[in-house]
């Protein structure tokens, strides 16, 4: 059975940092290109950023391109969300997301993580 | 970047009704076209995939069809448990663009 659990969200100050995580388990990771999809309260679903199997490509929403960087860990299945400069549109429940198959595009998302959320506010 | 726009916004219906909604692209995104399912305070899930592949699971009254820039979504007789926004999404190249949703509620 495929598991995600984020973790790490919180209260942040503007212009803060957080760093999310997502521990992936039931399937073989490293075969698998990862997404983040974030949804403010009340608000609809935004597709933040996605990474390769490998980790060689990273793809990011213009919203978010230069604050975040998605990176993995295939020998922890572990995926990583650096979130910088923190704005308060940040505000969100982000969710980690699997592809369904082993190209990075081409594959909608048949697992999600339960989410995690991030307040952004001084 | 291509935009995603849905049709209706928000719908109630009885139940037993036929459901259609509506999600286009700007530009052609050939079938790369997914539909998810998220009910209050739950987690998205996958229904649709590749406009009219049913996701593994999903009730048979859930249907999608489409290519290039029209698609649509139906539920043939809409159940209480099908109380959800709808999400289209278009998945052939980055940005991953969701549709804004569509709220779907019993009369």
């Known amino acids: 059975e495929v598991r995600l659990v984020e973790s790490g969200g919180g209260l942040v100050q503007p212009g803060g940092s957080l760093r999310l995580s997502c521990a992936a388990s039931?399937?073989?990771?490293?075969?698998?290109?990862m997404n983040w999809v974030r949804q403010a309260p009340g608000k609809g679903l935004e597709w933040v950023s996605t990474i390769s199997g490998s980790g060689g490509g990273t793809y990011y929403a213009d919203s978010v391109k230069g604050r975040f960087t998605f990176s993995r860990d295939n020998s922890k299945n572990t995926l990583y969300l650096q979130m910088n400069s923190l704005r308060a549109d940040d505000t969100a429940v982000y969710y980690c997301?699997?592809?369904?198959?082993?190209?990075?595009?081409?594959?909608?998302?048949?697992?999600w993580g339960q989410g995690t959320l991030v307040t952004v506010s001084s | 970047d291509i935009q995603m726009t849905q049709s209706p916004s928000s719908l109630s219906t009885s139940v037993g009704d036929r459901v259609t909604i509506t999600c286009r692209a700007s530009q052609g995104i050939s079938n790369y076209l997914a539909w998810y399912q998220q009910k209050p305070g739950k987690v998205p899930n996958l229904l649709i995939y590749a406009a009219s592949t049913l996701q593994s699971g999903v009730p048979s009254r859930f249907s999608g069809s489409g290519s290039g820039t029209d698609f649509t979504l139906t539920i043939s007789s809409l159940q209480p448990e099908d109380v959800a926004t709808y999400y289209c999404?278009?998945?052939?190249?980055?940005?991953?663009?969701f549709g804004p949703g569509t709220k779907v509620d019993i009369k």
């Open positions: 999404q278009k998945y052939n190249s980055a940005p991953l663009t």
């Open positions: 997301a699997k592809g369904s198959a082993a190209t990075t595009f081409r594959t909608p998302f048949d697992s």
């Open positions: 039931g399937f073989t990771f490293s075969s698998y290109a």
